[in-house]
């Protein structure tokens, strides 16, 4: 089975910056479309960023102008470049398909405070 691994987190400042990886064991083909998700404390999991498997990307407004969302196939990493992080960012990052029909991985912790 696939297993996604996510790592980069930590605590950054507000207005700073931190670049997430997502590592995926085994091929993903080159074909899924690959998210960033986040689950805030009290809040649902929510998707913050989409690329597709030809490069297209999307993201929720929250977020929109500050991150970054790529992807190398050929290494099977999707990786999120976050800057102007603000403390409403702070989460759990995860990565996945989307829709999200891998097995979740464990995250990684993001917490954005002064």
């Known amino acids: 089975q696939v297993q996604l691994v996510e790592s980069g987190g930590g605590l950054v400042q507000p207005g700073g910056s931190l670049s997430l990886s997502c590592a995926a064991s085994g091929s993903i083909f080159s074909i899924y479309a690959m998210g960033w998700y986040r689950q805030a404390p009290g809040k649902q999991r929510e998707l913050v960023a989409v690329?597709?498997?030809?490069?297209?990307?999307n993201y929720a407004d929250s977020v929109k102008g500050r991150f970054t969302i790529s992807r190398d196939n050929a290494k099977n990493t999707v990786d999120l470049q976050m800057n102007s992080l603000k403390p409403e960012d702070t989460a759990v990052y995860y990565c996945?398909?989307?829709?999200?029909?891998?097995?979740w991985g464990q995250g990684t912790q993001v917490t954005v405070s002064s």
């Open positions: 996945n398909a989307r829709p999200a029909y891998l097995m």
């Open positions: 690329i597709t498997s030809g490069g297209s990307t």
